[in-house]
């Protein structure tokens, strides 16, 4: 098994570290309501993706 021969600098540590922040999540708004939606992926509010119904939603469901 593979074991450094020297100990890592704090710095050097900290440089490898600088990569794992981690990021907001990416909030769009949809095209046909208007409501805010991650990108690519269906709107919970009125059922649609790219501008085609994929989901009929039914307003007395509930």
Known sequence: MAVP???HSHSRTRQRRAHDALTTPKVGA???CGEPKM?????G???TYKGR???KLDEDFE
């Open 5 to 7: 021969k020297r100990r």
């Open 30 to 32: 949809c095209s046909e």
């Open 39 to 43: 990108p690519h992926r269906l709107c």
């Open 45 to 47: 509010s009125c059922g």
């Open 53 to 55: 119904e994929i989901i």
